[in-house]
């Protein structure tokens, strides 16, 4: 606000001190040429500082993800079984411990569910194992090898992922699919998808297979793009699957196409699955209860219904829940 008044001040008096005769005209026409050409740099100057502390800020960011140590490790790798194994292991967010002393087995072949209170650390242990973070201490091994041991994009080729939040491209439908594997032939993309029940969705499509879909698929519905989600990680065809609340917001009749696309996805291999809706993992082989970051209990449904604990009190909660009335 000052400067912008300043132009206006040294006018003001200028003419003040021409009529006292203090100051001579050319004098005056002078400072005002001079104080409009200093004037404006100056705003300009003071209109960018906010962005200029803004770039401070990511500057601080980009040095702190440039000091990060590169994750590496060997690429020739050949797992003797798909058997996870978690030793000991502890994480933390910014000093906030998430994961404390955690050990357990995840049996080669089986399916594994992780249930919970929100923030007990399953999407966090999930994360691990898939190695996008390495852990502060204790160790991951998957057919006893260290995963810290193994160059991560090696490790992706043994995984695939279906997430609640779908990552889909602005591209065709074949394409989207593709990615699970680059160099599968238009058969094997069809098949996987006719497995993951792509069918109807295709055939109602105005350019069929190579309708373009939207940024993040944008012009499907959320149960259409878990089962692209589904058919890329049917194509691809990695020994072991992670899930992450991959029916948690879909309506009934989506949620039985998934579930039935689900089933072939996971049969005979390594599957980790998070759950909320505790009624679609009553089939899972093994169940873990995580509760601050540590293991409450685990079991079979039956074993952990029998045991009255943590997982009886949720699954309580759920049914409470879905039996009121609005």
Not at 219 to 226: A, F, I, N, T, Y
Not at 238 to 259: G, K, V, W
């Amino acid at each position: 606000m000052t400067l912008q008044v300043g132009l206006g001040i040294v006018v003001l008096l200028g003419v003040s001190l021409m009529v006292s005769g203090s100051l001579n005209p050319i004098t005056f026409i002078a400072f005002v040429i001079i104080s409009s050409r200093i004037y404006s740099p100056l705003i300009s100057i003071l209109t960018l500082l906010p962005e200029l502390f803004y770039m401070l800020v990511s500057i601080d960011r980009m040095r702190s993800l440039q000091s990060e140590s590169i994750m590496e490790g060997k690429e020739d790798v050949t797992f003797a079984n798909h058997t996870i194994n978690i030793d000991h292991v502890n994480f933390s967010y910014n000093q906030i411990n998430v994961i404390n002393n955690l050990s357990c087995t995840i049996p080669e072949g089986k399916m594994t569910a992780l249930v919970g209170p929100s923030g007990s650390g399953k999407s966090t242990l999930l994360q691990l194992i898939a190695r996008f973070w390495d852990v502060n201490s204790g160790r991951i091994t998957i057919g006893n090898l260290d995963i810290k041991q193994i160059d991560p994009e090696t490790l992706m080729h043994s995984m695939a992922f279906v997430f609640q939040q779908v990552v889909l491209f602005d591209d065709t439908i074949m394409n989207n699919i593709r990615i699970g594997r680059h160099n599968a032939s238009d058969e094997e993309v069809k098949l996987a998808a006719k497995i993951a029940r792509c069918d109807e969705l295709i055939a109602r499509l105005p350019d069929g297979w190579n309708t373009l879909i939207g940024e993040n698929g944008s012009k499907l519905s959320g149960g259409e793009r878990q089962r692209i989600s589904i058919a890329r990680a049917l194509l691809k065809n990695a020994p072991i699957i992670l899930l992450d609340e991959a029916t948690a917001s879909l309506d009934p009749e989506n949620e039985i196409y998934i579930q039935e696309a689900i089933a072939s996805l996971v049969k005979d291999r390594t599957v980790i699955v998070i759950a909320h809706r505790l009624k679609t993992i009553i089939g899972a082989d093994n169940i873990i209860v995580l509760d601050k970051g540590s293991i409450a209990e685990q079991g079979n449904y039956q074993d952990l219904m029998d045991n009255n604990g943590l997982f009886t009190k949720l699954y309580s909660f759920q049914k409470q829940a879905l039996s009121v009335n609005y």
